[in-house]
């Protein structure tokens, strides 16, 4: 059968295009190696689907609840071409062969794709893996180094080492570029997110050669944000809409109306993460020197940290020189509680663990900051923003600057991914499959909107709504919002990576009583498939390939790299009880990643003949690809096109259900496959391009996998 299918595969004749499923499903196995990987509706072999108790589902299995597990199953189906929710394929951009923003929007922002980019690094399976690479040196490429002057419509000279706003090939905006951004200080807190994301992949790959290439980079950035360190206190003092969420952050207004300088509690916060993460690169390289230097940094910076929290133990948004604290609930002037600062430390693991239980506390205590299930920025109103001191309300304060719309009490999906980071840290997790759950209303509705508007009602966006400038018919699909299924799976294991180990903190929701997670965790060359026999938080038993070894710590578990094998199934049974929780929120189970089949269904059509051409030639590169070394990440790229064609088959016949928020109507079903197509579309159309530059300038490996693809040809 397989030989009969590779045959037509590479034939002119079109009579196999009925059978693209299982062309895609032969593709992904025999030509990337990718055995794991299923398409929607499959059950893995050996396992009860239907059985009680039970959910059997295309990236995970496990026993319990079913909806939470559902929840975690669809939340891995983002990272995959799937018919059922949006898929990092909608996010590719071809001409650049990296990922954009999305929805129109040309570029790629620290602030938006932070979330999604710390929590998905361990879970990226190839191409993705390399694409966030590639899309994250769009601000390397670009670092300011006190000559590159930025973007034509923002030129600015930035100082050595700054990253900044927005980037695109060649081209990089270097302070917040929405606002009066000619008084605005360089984007300190972006360029020490970037620190961190950077570090993120570097433990995570562990690759030595890259090290080489990004460390001095990032060293640069550091000692960048250095240069505003006041060695009085050792907190970083700096001025309007230089946070990371910006420009919701507005200095310090002066006597003659100007804006000035304060101690932002954010940068603290993103600095010392990254700190923390250099620290451990440069054990992992073995230079003392640098790792000394920068234990100096992260001790001196982690000592400062108590300046900046209010008398209930949470973090403020800024301090000012003279003392006055802005973010305090309850005072008369900056009374609010900030919601970025707080989330990213407890997140980041910055704040110990009783401060990171005082901030939920206060959060939680505090409904107005989550009205609608999502994490406010800040609750109630700024009164300290440069277009509003002084005010909640009123002249300066209309359309998108009015609390509840953009940077001013607004929801953005990156925060709220590194929001459910902070639940899962503190075994919060019905606030996971509130927060979770509604945002796969919105995914399955096609409206990954960003920001959110009213505060998260979102009832009429104030930037995608129908008749707005970023419209679009097929829905809207941003990358901020990838960050919310990206930390349902991270949080569930707390993934830590260190110099020489990984360190392991299982978080399985109490609801769940045994969780296997089918997809694999990137560790250096290593791939760990762990599963979870889960009765409470503390570890009591671990296997590794069916071998038990010795639990050193109740609370966590470190894995040694050089003691792992290259592949290891990790087995961990908890103790200890959960607490009760009662469920508050039914999960939207249309349209479904894995369904029950129908013997009354009638089976998807042939793609339309205008994409068959592109399938074709795609599967014939697949099978040149098969036995060629190292060109692992192109056929990975390969089986992801052909699966997008596929989801965009199967898409045409799936039943999207009315809508949850925003009505599904015949229309819109209609654009959501549209946009499938284009997508897939996109992805051959970006190979081709990958393609045409190698053949020109590429090197020997790049010039012989071009002329393989030429051979491709019909």
């Known amino acids: 059968m397989m030989m009969k299918m590779l045959e037509l595969m590479t034939s002119k004749s079109t009579d196999w295009l009925p059978n693209i499923r299982m062309v895609a499903w032969i593709t992904a196995t025999l030509v990337a190696g990718h055995g794991d990987r299923t398409l929607a509706g499959e059950q893995p072999a050996g396992v009860p689907g239907d059985a009680p108790g039970r959910y059997a589902g295309r990236f995970c299995t496990g026993a319990g609840d079913e909806e939470f597990l559902r929840l975690i199953d669809e939340s891995f189906a983002f990272f995959h071409p799937n018919p059922a929710v949006p898929n990092l394929t909608m996010l590719y951009k071809p001409g650049w062969d990296t990922f954009s923003e999305g929805n129109g929007w040309q570029g790629w922002w620290i602030q938006n794709s932070y979330g999604f980019s710390y929590a998905a690094t361990p879970l990226l399976q190839d191409p993705w893996f390399s694409m966030l690479q590639r899309s994250w040196d769009l601000f390397w490429d670009n670092q300011g180094d006190g000559k590159r002057i930025g973007r034509p419509d923002f030129p600015l000279v930035a100082p050595d080492g700054c990253l900044g706003d927005c980037a695109a090939p060649g081209s990089i905006v270097y302070k917040q570029g929405d606002g009066d951004w000619k008084t605005h200080d360089w984007f300190y807190e972006a360029t020490a997110a970037g620190v961190v994301m950077q570090a993120e992949i570097l433990l995570t790959s562990r690759d030595r050669k890259a090290l080489t290439d990004y460390l001095p980079k990032m060293a640069r950035a550091c000692d960048f944000i250095e240069k505003t360190r006041d060695p009085k206190n050792n907190l970083f003092l ?161 359309g998108i600057h009015q609390f509840g719309e953009w940077v001013n009490g607004g929801v953005w999906g990156t925060v709220e991914g590194r929001a459910i980071l902070m639940y899962y840290r503190l075994g919060k997790f019905e606030d996971i499959r509130r927060s979770a759950t509604r945002a796969m209303k919105w995914a399955k509705d096609f409206q990954m909107d960003a920001p959110w508007s009213q505060r998260g009602e979102n009832t009429a966006n104030s930037w995608f709504g129908e ?195 925003h009505a599904i109507t015949p229309q819109r079903k209609a654009d959501v496959t549209t946009f499938f197509e284009e997508t897939a579309l996109g992805m051959y159309e970006g190979f081709v391009a990958r393609m045409g530059r190698w053949a020109a300038r590429g090197d020997a490996r790049q010039q012989r996998l071009a002329a393989l693809f030429a051979e491709a040809q019909p």
């Open 238 to 398: 700096v001025g309007p809409a230089c946070n990371l969420l910006a420009p919701s952050y507005g200095g310090v207004k002066q006597p003659d109306g100007s804006f000035g300088k304060g101690y932002l509690a954010g940068l603290s916060i993103n600095y010392l993460a990254a700190l923390d993460r250099m620290v451990e690169l440069y054990k992992f390289v073995g230079d003392k020197e640098q790792r000394a230097e920068y234990e100096r940094r992260q001790k001196i910076t982690r000592e400062s940290l108590p300046q900046l929290l209010a008398p209930a133990g949470y973090f403020v948004k800024s301090l000012e020189p003279g003392g006055v604290k802005h973010g305090v609930l309850g005072q008369p002037q900056y009374g609010y509680l900030e919601g970025v600062a707080n989330a990213d430390a407890v997140a980041l693991r910055v704040a110990d663990d009783l401060t990171s239980n005082r901030i939920y506390q206060q959060i939680a205590a505090l409904p107005a900051i989550r009205p609608f299930d999502f994490l406010l920025t800040n609750a109630p109103g700024l009164d300290d923003t440069y277009w509003s001191w002084g005010q909640t309300a009123g002249p300066g304060l209309e």
């Open 467 to 661: 008749g707005k400038w970023l419209y679009k018919p097929g829905g809207s699909v941003m990358i901020d919002n990838f960050a919310i299924p990206a930390a349902t799976i991270r949080g569930l294991f707390d993934y830590d990576y260190r110099a020489d180990r990984l360190i392991l903190r299982p978080r399985v929701p109490g609801s769940i009583t045994q969780y296997t997670q089918q997809q694999p965790v990137r560790f250096g060359e290593k791939r760990l498939y762990l599963s979870c026999r889960n009765g409470g938080p503390k570890i009591a038993a671990v296997t590794i390939n069916g071998e038990a070894i010795k639990v050193t710590s109740p609370d966590e578990l470190a894995l040694m790299y050089d003691a792992l094998p290259a592949e290891a199934k990790i087995e961990i049974t908890t103790e200890g009880g959960w607490p009760k929780e009662s469920p508050t929120a039914a999960y939207p189970v249309v349209p479904a990643l894995v369904a029950k089949d129908d013997p009354a269904a009638a089976p998807p059509a042939a793609l339309p003949e205008s994409l068959q051409g592109p399938v074709a030639v795609l599967t014939a590169m697949g099978k040149l690809l098969a036995a060629e070394p190292g060109a692992s990440d192109e056929r990975a790229f390969v089986t992801a096109a052909l699966e997008a064609f596929e989801a965009r088959r199967l898409r045409a016949a799936t039943d999207p259900g009315p809508g949850y928020y």
